[in-house]
């Protein structure tokens, strides 16, 4: 479904992505507009499927999850049974946080997010046990310098 945003919905997104628990009232007046106007433009931006969900965003340090690995994968097989295979057996790990495929010479990424290093070779090994792969490389980031989830809206 397509939606037209005017600067008032855009404002009211930007708001909700920064934080999504604000009340009505604050968001309207933040937005510029009064409560009833608001609240039908929230109502509406996630009928449209604009706002997908609302959630809490973890610290990951204090959850004991510092360590963030970009998984890349190639495979020689890029037939639909082994894609849906392979997707159902990724989506499935809780580790992986994101999941794209991909043009150039990785086929695959995968954001994952572990304890330590112990905890990403439990994790590997339940990987490549999944569905047969050409090549797995692993990459720890050292520091993470920027996370948003924010759109540039």
């Known amino acids: 479904m397509s939606v037209v945003l005017d600067q008032t919905d855009r404002r009211i997104l ?5 934080d999504a628990t ?3 009232a604050q968001l309207a007046e933040r937005a510029f507009v009064s409560q009833t106007p608001c609240w039908k433009r929230v109502k509406r931006l996630t009928e449209a499927g604009v706002i997908e969900k609302r959630v809490a965003i973890l610290n990951r340090d204090a959850l004991e999850l510092g360590l963030v690995v970009f998984v890349g994968v190639r495979t020689n097989r890029h037939d639909e049974e082994w894609l ?3 997707a159902k057996a990724a989506a499935a790990l809780p580790e992986v946080v994101e999941f794209y495929r991909m043009s ?5 990424l995968l954001k ?3 304890k330590d290093i112990a905890a990403y070779d439990a994790f590997y090994k339940r990987l490549i046990a999944a569905v047969p792969l050409q090549d797995v490389s692993s990459s720890f980031a050292m520091e993470q310098i920027k996370f948003t989830t924010a759109l540039p809206i």
Do not use: A, K, W
């Open 14 to 18: 930007r708001e909700l992505q920064h």
């Open 22 to 24: 604000l009340p009505v």
């Open 84 to 86: 849906s295979t392979f």
């Open 104 to 108: 150039g010479e990785t086929d695959y």
């Open 112 to 114: 994952v997010v572990v």
